[in-house]
């Protein structure tokens, strides 16, 4: 069973920095884009940064400048480097990516999110 389990999650003072890992696991014959998604209390959820195979990238304009998104397709993982943080950038962070299993072709899978708590 294909599973992405995110780690590196917690609570860090404004200004600090995390950063986030995400593993892929499975019967998984290859992987297309990774991302990572967040949503904060009583908000939708939003790209933070996604990356295709071949290190193109993308940032939510919120955070360009402060996070970096980096894989590494032998391992299957992807990280999110978040400096600068601040209060706003609260929320669950989910790993998503788009993975070939085999059968009916490529699918998205999603961990089950890692908390950040910023405080000030």
């Known amino acids: 069973q294909v599973q992405l389990v995110e780690s590196g999650g917690g609570l860090v003072q404004a200004g600090g920095s995390l950063r986030l890992s995400c593993a892929a696991s499975?019967?998984?014959?290859?992987?297309?884009?990774m991302g990572w998604y967040r949503q904060a209390s009583g908000k939708q959820r939003e790209l933070v940064a996604d990356?295709?195979?071949?290190?193109?990238?993308n940032y939510a304009d919120s955070v360009k400048g402060r996070f970096s998104i980096s894989r590494d397709n032998a391992k299957r993982t992807v990280d999110l480097q978040m400096n600068s943080l601040t209060p706003e950038d609260t929320a669950a962070y989910y790993c998503?990516?788009?993975?070939?299993?085999?059968?009916?072709?490529?699918?998205?899978?999603w961990g089950k999110g890692t908390l950040v708590t910023v405080s000030s």
């Open positions: 998503n990516a788009d993975i070939n299993s085999g059968g009916r072709g490529p699918q998205k899978y």
């Open positions: 499975g019967s998984i014959f290859s992987i297309g884009n």
């Open positions: 990356i295709s195979r071949g290190g193109s990238t």
